[in-house]
């Protein structure tokens, strides 16, 4: 059965660095979000992602977060600058269409010291 | 406020009772989530509904749109349903985001 995969599955990183989020979505799955869940909380929606262009993004999204599908498969979030308060598992997910069931990868956790 | 309010927080139940999820939202949706995520944070859809009652094994899913309000049930619970249980909305007016409630913790003893 397809399914969503993000690689790394953790990664520590230091406050200020950049990191890079990597998803493959289903292959015949056109949008693609990210979402992220601090320890403890809700999931929260960051971005989606349809025809190359963002299509909506939340408050959470800020200059600092970039989103890219470089290749036919790939779809990956850039967080230019790390946080501490970017400590969270972020969750890629793909979908046929825009209101059809999301598909959610195994997530990424990042801690950031 | 939270778009999406969750019942109980937290739930514990034996093994082979019946167990009721509930799920209130305060916005106008197009359709509405039901996901299971497991102790390691994979998330899993369950369901995806706009109106009226799916099925699917021992879970059912059912919203009342007039009410704001849905629930998922499970029959003969068993302890691998342990899990968090999500209740997420897509709103009306954006396409494909969803408000997420804040789950209930389900532990199901043998």
């Known amino acids: 059965e397809p399914e969503v995969t993000q690689t790394p599955s953790h990664q520590v990183t230091q406050m200020g660095q950049e990191v890079i989020l990597h998803c493959v979505p289903i292959?015949?799955?056109?949008?693609f979000y990210w979402y992220r869940q601090i320890l403890g909380q809700k999931v929260e929606f960051l971005v989606s992602?349809?025809?190359?262009?963002?299509?909506?993004k939340s408050e959470i999204f800020d200059d600092q977060f970039s989103v890219e599908r470089p290749d036919g498969s790939n779809f990956t979030l850039k967080i230019r600058s790390t946080k501490l308060e970017d400590s969270a598992m972020y969750f890629c997910?793909?979908?046929?269409?825009?209101?059809?069931?999301?598909?959610f990868g195994p997530g990424t956790r990042l801690l950031v010291l | 406020k939270n778009e999406v309010e969750q019942s109980p927080q937290n739930l514990t139940a034996q093994e082979g009772e019946f167990i009721t999820i509930n799920c209130s939202y305060s916005?106008?949706?197009?359709?509405l989530h039901w996901l299971q995520q497991h102790p390691g944070g994979g998330i899993v859809s369950l369901f995806m509904?706009?109106?009226g009652k799916k099925k699917h094994g021992r879970l059912i899913a059912t919203i009342n749109i007039q009410e704001k309000h849905s629930s998922l049930h499970i029959t003969a619970s068993h302890p691998r349903d342990s899990a968090v249980y999500i209740c997420?909305?897509?709103?009306?007016?954006?396409?494909?985001?969803?408000?997420f409630g804040r789950g209930t913790q389900l532990t199901v003893w043998p």
């Open positions: 997910a793909s979908s046929v269409g825009p209101r059809e069931t999301q598909y």
């Open positions: 292959s015949n799955h056109l949008y």
């Open positions: 992602f349809y025809n190359n262009e963002i299509s909506e």
């Open positions: 916005v106008g949706i197009s359709a």
């Open positions: 509904l706009s109106s």
């Open positions: 997420a909305v897509a709103r009306g007016s954006t396409l494909g985001r969803l408000y």
